[in-house]
């Protein structure tokens, strides 16, 4: 082989090189229970749950949300107050997770973007103190006391409807306990 030849070999083999160095440099991919959005270049941003996609710089971002599902513990930080009047102390277990369809995965990221998995832990926990502590003001003491998958059920619809909108969904809520802490006298 003339040496022309075999300059002309090893650039071509040095530039192959370094575009397929670039495309891995660029190549941004979720795990199988992470969704990517990459949004720019495109009227709508991607959505790509367990692969990846090319990502290009200055014209495109990537943004990774975790699937993963949470178990939440919701133990009262002070009593709730049941409607005769009565307080009760309610320890639950709330399990949720960002829902996995396209238009879920946007609002997630629309209104979790940024945070850590800490952060939307937090807003879950406080979505089910307000649920458990709208239901338990409307509902009989005696009914709460004694019927835990009644409460589990209206806390479920109840945090399903309100966690829909921010791209969620409630997979189980479990009453632990409830117990009162004082009687109305």
């Not at 009227?43 to 990537?62: C, S």
């Not at 997770?97 to 940024?114: C, H, T, V, Y």
């Amino acid at each position: 082989m003339d040496p022309i030849a075999s300059i002309m070999v090893a650039v071509i083999t040095v530039v192959l090189f370094m575009i397929a160095a670039s495309v891995a440099m660029l190549y941004k991919k979720a795990g199988p229970s992470e969704a990517l959005i990459v949004s720019g270049g495109s009227p709508e941003p991607r959505v790509v749950i367990g692969g990846g996609m090319v990502v290009l710089p200055l014209i495109q971002t990537a943004q990774k949300l975790s699937l993963e599902l949470m178990s939440i513990d919701v133990k009262s930080p002070s009593p709730y107050l049941a409607s005769d009047g009565s307080q009760l102390i309610v320890d639950a277990l709330v399990e949720a997770r960002m829902n996995n369809s396209r238009d879920s995965i946007l609002d997630a990221a629309r209104n979790f973007g940024g945070k850590d998995i800490r952060e939307v832990r937090s807003i879950v926990f406080d979505a089910a103190k307000d649920s458990i502590r709208r239901i338990a003001g409307n509902e009989p003491k005696a009914k709460l006391l004694e019927n835990y998958d009644y409460l589990a059920g209206l806390v479920y619809k109840d945090l399903q409807k309100e966690m829909a909108g921010l791209g969620m969904e409630i997979q189980a809520t479990r009453i632990r306990e409830v117990r009162e802490t004082r009687s109305r006298a």
